[in-house]
């Protein structure tokens, strides 16, 4: 069974940093499209950062792109994501996810586009970034 669960989430002032652990179980990070997606309050579910299936590049959100950093650690399995230079729009609920074979963090998380039909999701995590 596939299971994500993540940690690492917080308070923290804008500027400061945060890692978050996505903890998987039921298959090997290295083989799945992995990623992070975000939800802040009144708004839609967006892709962060995601790295393809098979060790495949990473892409991310132009929003986050030169201050996160998408990586998988293999002995623990699970993928990370450091967040520098946090900013207060960078509040949201964080959730992992996985795919066996494609995830799409252009914008907008689309139900119908943005997974191959077998995703899998963690419960999430708070970041907020106050002033």
């Known amino acids: 069974e596939v299971q994500l669960a993540e940690s690492g989430g917080g308070l923290v002032q804008a500027g400061g940093s945060l890692t978050l652990s996505c903890e998987a179980s039921?298959?090997?990070?290295?083989?799945?499209?992995v990623g992070w997606f975000r939800q802040a309050p009144g708004k839609e579910r967006e892709g962060v950062a995601c790295?393809?299936?098979?060790?495949?590049?990473?892409t991310y959100a132009e929003s986050v792109k030169g201050r996160f950093a998408i990586f998988t650690n293999n002995p623990k399995n699970t993928v990370l994501l450091r967040m520098n230079n946090l900013k207060m729009e960078d509040t949201a609920v964080y959730f992992c996810?996985?795919?066996?074979?494609?995830?799409?963090?252009?914008?907008?998380?689309?139900?119908?586009?943005?997974?191959?039909?077998?995703?899998?999701w963690g419960q999430g995590t708070q970041v907020t970034v106050s002033s």
């Open positions: 790295r393809g299936s098979n060790n495949g590049p990473a």
């Open positions: 996810a996985a795919d066996p074979i494609l995830l799409d963090c252009s914008g907008t998380y689309d139900p119908t586009t943005s997974h191959s039909g077998t995703d899998y």
């Open positions: 039921g298959f090997t990070v290295d083989d799945y499209a």
